[in-house]
């Protein structure tokens, strides 16, 4: 079992920069990949960075160049540094990781955090 906290929501003007945290824990043998999702009322959650354990992050076009996703494995930590940030950015932001509960375990579990609101004004 893993549970997800995200923190470093808030309030900042468009150019500013905010950084998000998500700390795992629980019970679980690793956590193989965590993505970084949003969504605003009315709309579809959407994928907005995700990186597996030692790969290659992947962004959404719309963010690419501006956040940046990492990890600290010592920490069950992830990051999502963004930087430039624009009005279409404001959405509340889930952390979600895929883990496996044993070394035996040949499935992947999936959780999601309680979001961060990030608002970001023109």
């Known amino acids: 079992q893993v549970q997800l906290v995200e923190s470093g929501g808030g309030f900042v003007q468009a150019g500013k920069s905010l950084r998000l945290s998500c700390v795992a824990s629980g019970r679980f043998f690793r956590i193989n990949t965590v993505g970084w999702y949003r969504q605003t009322p009315g709309k579809q959650r959407e994928l907005v960075a995700r990186l597996g354990d030692g790969g290659t992050p992947d962004y959404a076009d719309s963010v690419k160049g501006r956040f940046t996703v990492s990890r600290d494995n010592a920490k069950n930590t992830v990051y999502l540094q963004m930087n430039g940030l624009t009005p279409e950015d404001t959405a509340v932001y889930y952390c979600?990781?895929?883990?496996?509960?044993?070394?035996?375990?040949?499935?992947?579990?999936?959780?999601w955090g309680q979001g961060t609101q990030v608002t970001v004004s023109a």
């Open positions: 979600n990781a895929a883990w496996r509960a044993t070394a035996g375990q040949n499935r992947d579990y999936s959780n």
